[in-house]
């Protein structure tokens, strides 16, 4: 199989990116926009135009399978897209409808679990039998490998580690609960936080920056507070920190991986997060799993892990 190649495809809700993928590498990579608007037919044709031309000349028979990360819900037995927000798709057949026209072997998974196979395979999380992958971007997610093997789950959902609760009482989250990891430790999270507090009066150079429009605050504009000392992000990005500590406490407490791998855009935002995170792992873990010599490590892959993943299932 290692003359071969696979393609790897990164289904996001603004974004399609395609690859041509051999042994961990993208050989060519397109990349198009989603178009959410244009709804499911124009999507699937969208995927199948740049799977073409990722293949870049090579044929078919050259090519073992596709591999999809699709953002969502996934039945990762049948290839269907049960529910996802992002595409605004109930139950689409995916695997089926792309098999049907390249006519060799489509699988689909949740785009985080699908990065988590690009490090298992490629990655840092290569030669551990039992590890977890957590995304800390947009949203929170992640996937565990337990016994070499990538866990699905009874109903495909194994690895929702955004909607572990931190606290019933907590702010609200995008899946409608309170008080989920997400809530507090996504990109969207910190941004939540430091609108509220600048609603209730609190003094940021951040209200300068986004000229009062508290709507546009975001991430890397906290980031940038941040740098120049301002005490509000820096708080809002230690909070991350605090319990996404508390996150991974309970993650080595509960399976006792051999490395918690992190990645995900707000990784930008370490130098100044990891400090208190490591604080809260170390207070909340319990002793034995503690003992483990290396708790955690960052993810290799960034943004091309989804596309790599979905190339891998197939190396
Ligand atoms: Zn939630």
């Given at each position: 199989?290692?003359?071969?190649?696979?393609?790897?495809?990164?289904?996001?809700?603004?974004?399609?990116?395609?690859?041509?993928?051999?042994?961990?590498?993208?050989?060519?990579?397109?990349v198009f926009p989603t178009s959410v608007s244009n709804g499911t037919q124009h999507i699937l044709k969208t995927m199948v135009d740049a799977a073409?031309?990722?293949?870049?000349?090579?044929?078919?028979?050259?090519?073992?399978?596709?591999?999809?990360?699709?953002?969502?819900?996934?039945?990762?037995?049948?290839?269907?897209?049960?529910?996802?927000?992002?595409?605004?798709?109930?139950?689409?057949?995916?695997?089926?409808?792309?098999?049907?026209?390249?006519?060799?072997?489509?699988?689909?998974?949740?785009?985080?679990?699908?990065?988590?196979?690009?490090?298992?395979?490629?990655?840092?999380?290569?030669?551990?039998?039992?590890?977890?992958?957590?995304?800390?971007?947009?949203?929170?997610?992640?996937?565990?490998?337990?016994?070499?093997?990538?866990?699905?789950?009874?109903?495909?959902?194994?690895?929702?580690?955004?909607?572990?609760?931190?606290?019933?009482?907590?702010?609200?989250?995008?899946?409608?609960?309170?008080?989920?990891?997400?809530?507090?430790?996504?990109?969207?999270?910190?941004?939540?936080?430091?609108?509220?507090?600048?609603?209730?009066?609190?003094?940021?150079?951040?209200?300068?920056?986004?000229?009062?429009?508290?709507?546009?605050?975001?991430?890397?504009?906290?980031?940038?507070?941040?740098?120049?000392?301002?005490?509000?992000?820096?708080?809002?990005?230690?909070?991350?920190?605090?319990?996404?500590?508390?996150?991974?406490?309970?993650?080595?407490?509960?399976?006792?991986?051999?490395?918690?791998?992190?990645?995900?855009?707000?990784?930008?935002?370490?130098?100044?997060?990891?400090?208190?995170?490591?604080?809260?792992?170390?207070?909340?873990?319990?002793?034995?799993?503690?003992k483990n010599k290396q708790l955690i490590k960052e993810a290799k892959f960034e943004n091309d892990a989804v596309l790599l993943g979905g190339a891998?299932?197939?190396?």
């Open positions: 199989m290692s003359n071969k190649y696979s393609l790897g495809i990164d289904l996001g809700g603004t974004k399609i990116a395609a690859g041509l993928c051999k042994d961990g590498e993208i050989l060519k990579k397109v073409k031309q990722a293949m870049d000349g090579q044929s078919i028979e050259n090519i073992v399978g596709i591999g999809i990360g699709a953002a969502g819900q996934i039945n990762s037995e049948t290839g269907d897209v049960i529910y996802s927000p992002n595409l605004n798709w109930y139950n689409v057949p995916l695997a089926a409808s792309l098999e049907k026209e390249f006519k060799i072997p489509v699988r689909v998974l949740n785009d985080v679990r699908a990065a988590t196979v690009a490090e298992q395979k490629f990655g840092n999380g290569k030669g551990y039998d039992n590890f977890a992958n957590i995304f800390v971007g947009t949203g929170v997610g992640s996937g565990f490998v337990i016994n070499g093997k990538l866990l699905n789950g009874a109903t495909n959902s194994a690895g929702e580690i955004g909607h572990v609760c931190m606290d019933p009482n907590g702010p609200l989250c995008g899946c409608g609960k309170k008080g989920c990891l997400e809530a507090y430790c996504s990109g969207t999270g910190m941004e939540n936080y430091v609108k509220n507090e600048l609603k209730k009066g609190r003094n940021s150079i951040i209200s300068d920056m986004v000229e009062g429009n508290i709507e546009l605050i975001k991430g890397p504009i906290i980031g940038k507070a941040a740098e120049q000392g301002d005490e509000l992000a820096l708080k809002a990005i230690k909070r991350v920190g605090y319990y996404l500590g508390i996150g991974i406490a309970n993650v080595h407490t509960l399976i006792n991986p051999d490395v918690v791998l992190i990645g995900g855009g707000m990784t930008a935002l370490k130098s100044y997060f990891m400090p208190t995170l490591l604080e809260t792992m170390n207070t909340y873990i319990l002793p034995v799993a503690a891998a299932i197939f190396a």
